[in-house]
């Protein structure tokens, strides 16, 4: 069955970067988009960006721009998030999701996700 | 970017009761327009994609509605287990964003 996997929880100190993967099984890694969304505590979703893996063009939320770069290693069928300059407000639940599109319908949507990291940043 | 307003932001509802979310785009956004299920403790979960079709395995007591600007999610009968939050999202443009979620708690 299609399933992602995510990398353990993470304790950060304010001003470290943290790098979050995604294992992907069960489908041609390739083929989708991958996107990043994160939860603070209590609060709602954030979208972050994606990356295509196939080529390995990305678009960042202009929140993100210049702290979060996402990459990809396709023999591993695995995708990475990495945020740097951390700061307090940063500690929240990381999930990655893959992007279903049917063009012709003009469908998309994000299905599944990761069970999701917790990034705690404290000093 | 697209802001996603949903309303009310929570509600209390029994067992049984008709439940009627909405959300609104700041822009039309066509069909492109999700809604997605969370737990405490769980990542989403996709109900309902393009505005009104129900994805595979989600009970039909859940059903979408809307196009351009305006759309509504309906569970027609709630059940225990509906209990959560529910989030919209737009997929019109390819910079993605959600709504703030409505909370549905029971009564």
């Known amino acids: 069955q299609v399933q992602l996997v995510q990398s353990g929880a993470e304790v950060k100190k304010p001003g470290a970067s943290v790098k979050v993967s995604c294992k992907a099984s069960g489908y041609t890694f390739s083929g989708y988009y991958m996107h990043w969304v994160r939860q603070a505590p209590g609060q709602g979703l954030e979208w972050m960006g994606w990356?295509?893996?196939?080529?390995?063009?990305?678009n960042y939320a202009q929140k993100f721009q210049g702290r979060v770069t996402m990459t990809r290693d396709t023999s591993i069928s695995t995708a990475y998030m990495e945020l740097s300059r951390l700061r307090s407000d940063d500690t929240a639940v990381y999930y990655c999701?893959?992007?279903?599109?049917?063009?012709?319908?003009?469908?998309?949507?994000?299905?599944?996700w990761g069970q999701g990291t917790l990034v705690t940043v404290s000093s | 970017d697209i802001q996603m307003t949903q309303s009310p932001s929570s509600l209390s509802a029994s067992v049984g009761d008709r439940v009627t979310i909405t959300c609104r785009a700041s822009q039309s956004i066509s069909s492109y327009l999700n809604w997605y299920q969370q737990k405490p403790g769980k990542a989403p979960k996709l109900l309902i994609y393009?505005?009104?079709s129900l994805q595979s395995g989600v009970p039909s007591r859940f059903s979408g509605s809307g196009s351009g600007t305006d759309f509504t999610l309906t569970i027609s009968s709630l059940q225990p287990e509906d209990f959560a939050t529910y989030y919209c999202q737009q997929s019109y443009n390819t910079l993605r964003t959600f709504g703030q979620g409505t909370k549905v708690e029971i009564k």
């Open positions: 990356i295509n893996p196939n080529s390995g063009g990305t």
């Open positions: 393009a505005a009104s």
């Open positions: 999701a893959r992007e279903v599109v049917v063009p012709a319908a003009k469908e998309n949507w994000f299905d599944p």
